[in-house]
């Protein structure tokens, strides 16, 4: 009687098809999905720092978000850009941050604009106001939708 190979070649290439599978890079499925929602499009102008602070500053500090996940703006000093990411649960995380290095009377307050979109990390909306949480929960700012 002949021994069969049959089997024996069905599960060699069954598992050289699973170690095919295994590694390499991971397929390419098009462009990054785009964002939507109330946040991207329209222009936000910046109210307060923190629960009450407001700034005196020559241009009022401002951003708008890109349904391509950019992020560009003013901070009452210098223009900036750089990347916002929107995820579960009003979670928000900007990145890349890059702005002009122009000298202005007014530095320390145009930071804190910066700082606050560094630091923040949940945002809530209601009607035409935006708001913006630390991790900890501390309100670090609000903006008013510019209609």
């Not at 070649?9 to 599978?21: D, H, K, M, T």
């Not at 462009?31 to 939507?36: K, R, T």
């Not at 700034?55 to 992020?71: C, I, K, S």
């Amino acid at each position: 009687m002949r021994p069969s190979f049959r089997p024996l070649l069905s599960l060699s290439l069954l598992a050289l098809l699973l170690v095919g599978c295994a590694g390499g890079p991971a397929p390419v499925t098009g462009p990054a999905e785009s964002l939507s929602g109330p946040m991207v499009g329209p222009r936000w102008n910046l109210l307060l720092v923190g629960t009450s602070d407001r700034l005196d500053l020559p241009t009022t500090p401002h951003f708008e978000v890109a349904p391509d996940g950019r992020v560009s703006g003013h901070d009452g000093c210098n223009r900036f850009s750089g990347t916002v990411e929107l995820g579960p649960n009003n979670r928000i995380e900007f990145g890349e941050l890059a702005a002009t290095r122009m000298a202005c009377p007014h530095m320390d307050q145009s930071a804190q604009v910066t700082a606050m979109l560094d630091t923040a990390y949940r945002y809530l909306i209601d009607h035409d106001r935006l708001v913006f949480f630390g991790p900890d929960q501390r309100v670090l700012g609000g903006f008013r939708r510019d209609d």
